[in-house]
T-cell receptor, first 115, second 114 residues
Framework: KQEVTQIPAALSVPEGENLVLNCSFT??????LQWFRQDPGKGLTSLLL?????REQTSGRLNASLDKSSGRSTLYIAASQPGDSATYLC??????????????FGTGTLLAVQP | KAGVTQTPRYLIKTRGQQVTLSCSPI?????VSWYQQTPGQGLQFLFE???????NKGNFPGRFSGRQFSNSRSEMNVSTLELGDSALYLC?????????????FGPGTRLLVL
């Protein structure tokens, strides 16, 4: 059974700092991995989608990497801003393809960027 | 293009009642998935509909059901509500749902069961 874990559970940093969020999954046979952002009481916003054949994806100040063999993904946020404060979630479909929309979510990292 | 919309945004019900939630996907999207989010269990997959057919199902009791209409709009129903059903219910849509696509989420419906 695929399990997804995110460390740390919470993180507080001063504005301008570069930071790394971690996501681990137990079964490396994933089809892709997505990173999402969730603001309090709101829905999820997709940040990056990495296919299993890719090693990283970039969007603005965000960079996500994927290492299937070690079961890890990292989300790097450069020059953090107070507006980055939110919960960050990673998610993968069940292993071995098939139900690719049946996402399994991690526990999330609550990020607070202090001005 | 308009995003995923969900109605209502907030609901208060009492135990034993039933509730119906609605989700309108992004125009042209054919796959709609539903998730339940609670502080204790996090985000959990309920079911996915594609072309009016349930394609995948999570581990929830039969009190949770859904359907999809020909215009891809989807509804989920929860019967005989329990206190533990209090949660944020999110729906997400994708174009084809055949993998490799970003899922777009709606703002959610917050359900409180008293």
């Amino acid at each position: 059974k695929q399990e997804v874990t995110q460390i740390p559970a919470a993180l507080s940093v001063p504005e301008g700092e570069n930071l790394v969020l971690n996501c681990s999954f137990t079964d490396s046979a994933i089809y892709n991995l997505q990173w999402f952002r969730q603001d309090p009481g709101k829905g999820l916003t997709s940040l990056l989608l990495i296919q299993s054949s890719q090693r990283e994806q970039t969007s603005g100040r965000l960079n996500a990497s994927l290492d299937k063999s070690s079961g890890r993904s990292t989300l790097y946020i450069a020059a953090s801003q107070p507006g980055d404060s939110a919960t960050y979630l990673c998610a993968v479909p069940p292993p071995y393809g098939g139900a690719t929309n049946k996402l399994i979510f991690g526990t999330g990292t609550l990020l607070a960027v202090q001005p | 293009k308009a995003g995923v919309t969900q109605t209502p945004r907030y609901l208060i019900k009492t135990r034993g009642q039933q509730v119906t939630l609605s989700c309108s996907p992004i125009s042209g999207h054919r796959s709609v998935s539903w998730y339940q989010q609670t502080p204790g269990q996090g985000l959990q997959f309920l079911f996915e509909y594609f072309s009016e057919t349930q394609r995948n199902k999570g581990n929830f009791p039969g009190r949770f059901s859904g359907r999809q209409f020909s215009n891809s709009r989807s509804e989920m129903n929860v019967s005989t509500l329990e206190l533990g059903d209090s949660a944020l219910y999110l729906c997400a849509s994708t174009l084809q749902g055949n993998g490799g696509e970003t899922q777009y989420f709606g703002p959610g419906t917050r359900l409180l069961v008293l």
